[in-house]
């Protein structure tokens, strides 16, 4: 199943970079990725979490860190319910020369390459990540006065404790041709993520960001699985499921606002993936509820 593309819009206000709820989950979370960071941090009840692919159990003291080329959902047990604190954050507020959590972008950049994006932390652990969670949700409902600076320094310290006590050696990336922090994967799967409705191709990421073409399309089948044509393929794809059910727009407009460059492309492949044209998913298809 294609996943929804879910944007930061509807999550993150204009004036702040970033979001936090307590969410109750009752149902069934359909496949989804974000063009956001998210974290959940499990706090009630136990569910099979599925992240690229690969299954999981969510119960209370996990973490998970998820980036937009992590596809996700979130399967119930028959008779159980999951409370999640639920927190959003722009992502160029940390790549941006004048990001608030510019610091913090190595520590996220490492987490990135993690082969499991999700952690389970000892009852001390949990503890303290709940207690700092309180506090930063209180911050953003009362807005009293520093209540963004609060809530700032709460989130360093809240990733901090997640990068300093999250599994370190066996969940990352194995192999002779390891990617090292260093290498710009990282931030060209950022740059596409955040500029899919752009002309990309290798060639120009090539001379973005200086790397080969052959790295560059290397890089991302070792850190996705995929190919770079088909990570940007499943962008574009999953933007025009999200506008097709959540907006009025023309077919034609939606093919070109997802990034595509023909609507001959656009129906083709939309087809190839759906076996529905793109009137027909709209007809058919309806917005899941729960998207975390």
Same mark, same amino acid.
């Given at each position: 199943m294609m996943p929804i593309f879910v944007s930061h819009k509807e999550w993150i206000s204009k004036d702040l970079p970033f979001a936090l709820r307590i969410d109750n989950l009752k149902g069934h979370v359909l496949p989804h990725c974000h063009n956001y960071i998210e974290f959940n941090f499990t706090i009630n009840g136990t569910a099979t979490e599925k992240i690229?692919?690969?299954? %999981?159990? +969510? !119960?209370?003291?996990? #973490?998970?860190?998820? #980036?937009? %080329?992590?596809? %996700? $959902?979130?399967?119930?047990?028959?008779?159980?319910? =999951?409370?999640?604190? =639920?927190?959003?954050?722009?992502? $160029? &507020? #940390?790549?941006?020369?004048? @990001?608030? #959590? +510019?610091?913090l972008a190595e520590l996220l950049s490492n987490a990135a390459l993690d082969n499991t994006p999700y952690h389970y932390f000892n009852e001390e652990i949990t503890t303290d990540m709940t207690n700092i969670l309180k506090s930063m949700l209180s911050e953003l409902t009362k807005g009293q006065k520093w209540s963004e600076l609060m809530f700032k320094s709460k989130l360093a310290e809240l990733l901090i404790t997640f990068d300093r006590n999250r599994i370190n050696g066996d969940s990352r990336l194995k192999g002779k041709h390891m +990617? &090292?922090?260093?290498? @710009?994967?990282?931030?060209?799967?950022?740059?596409? &993520? /955040?500029?899919?409705? $752009?002309?990309?191709? /290798? !060639?120009t990421l090539s001379e973005r960001f200086h790397m080969s073409t052959s790295n560059i399309s290397a890089s991302f089948h070792q850190l996705l699985g995929e190919n770079f044509h088909r990570y940007l393929e499943k962008i574009r794809l999953a933007q025009a499921c999200d506008l097709l059910l959540s907006t009025d727009s023309s077919v034609i407009d939606i093919c070109f606002e997802a990034g595509f460059k023909s609507y001959k492309t656009f129906s083709r492949v939309f087809y190839q993936n759906f076996n529905l044209s793109p009137t027909e998913y709209r007809?058919?298809?309806?917005r899941p509820v729960n998207l975390v």
């Open positions: 690229n692919g690969k299954e %999981h159990i +969510l !119960k209370p003291g996990n #973490f998970t860190l998820l #980036f937009p %080329h992590h596809i %996700h $959902e979130i399967q119930l047990i028959q008779g159980e319910s =999951v409370s999640m604190y =639920v927190g959003s954050i722009r992502i $160029e &507020s #940390f790549y941006d020369r004048n @990001g608030a #959590f +510019l610091a +990617l &090292s922090r260093n290498s @710009g994967v990282w931030d060209i799967i950022t740059y596409v &993520s /955040l500029n899919y409705q $752009e002309d990309i191709s /290798l !060639k007809k058919f298809r309806t």
